[in-house]
Structure formats: C-alpha cells, structure tokens
Nanobody, 122 residues
Framework: QLQLVESGGGLVQPGGSLRLSCAAS????????IAWFRQAPGKGREAVSC????????VYLDSVKGRFTVSRDIAKNTVYLQMNSLEPQDTGVYYC???????????????WGQGIQVTVSS
C-alpha cells in the first residue's frame, strides 16, 4: 500500500525556518513526482511546490520562490521542503502528495499524506 507520512511541522516565529519531511513507502519516489500543498484555515488547498519524478525539475508557487526549496533523497525514500523566511501567511496544514506528473490541481493526486500543521506567529 502506497503511503506518505509528513513530519517536521510546528510553531515558528516570522522570519524563522522549518524543514518538512515526507517519508514515502519504498518504490514511490522513483516512479512519482511529489508535490507539497497547503491549506490555510477556511481556504482550499494550494500547490506550494513539486519535484518531478526524474528529480531534475522543481516548481514553486510564486509567493514562496526564493524562500522554499524542495529536494529528495531516494535512498531514504524522503522528500523535503526547506522553508526559510517564514511569514504568517505561510500558516496552514501542509500535505505531500504523489502522482506521475506535477500539477497545481490537488484532484489529480491519488496518494496523500495525513498533513502536518505549520504555524507562523509571534
């Protein structure tokens, strides 16, 4: 059974950093692109970043470009989202999701993690 598990969330002050991890079942990463979505209170999920299944292309939401970096470690079956210079509007539940292609549309992703809370507040 395909499985994704997020970790690394928490409370951080504005300007701070967090690194999220998405641990995948063995075999997921070589065959799938992995996206990060987030959902703020009262809003829908939005695509934040995606790394392609080949690992040679990364995509970012405009508002996080230059602050967030997605990466992966195939040997550890893990994808990371390094988040720097965090802002209060980055607050939300962050999810990782797997599919063959990167997409901004959450409905295209069949496999999801359970989500993890990120709160940016002073």
């Amino acid at each position: 059974q395909l499985q994704l598990v997020e970790s690394g969330g928490g409370l951080v002050q504005p300007g701070g950093s967090l690194r999220l991890s998405c641990a995948a079942s063995p075999g997921i990463l070589p065959d799938n692109s992995i996206a990060w979505f987030r959902q703020a209170p009262g809003k829908g999920r939005e695509a934040v970043s995606c790394i392609t299944r080949t690992g040679n292309e990364e995509v970012y939401l405009d508002s996080v470009k230059g602050r967030f970096t997605v990466s992966r470690d195939i040997a550890k079956n893990t994808v990371y989202l390094q988040m720097n210079s965090l802002e209060p509007q980055d607050t939300g539940v962050y999810y990782c999701a797997a599919d063959h292609l990167c997409s901004q549309w959450d409905i295209t992703f069949p496999t999801w993690g359970q989500g993890i809370q990120v709160t940016v507040s002073s």
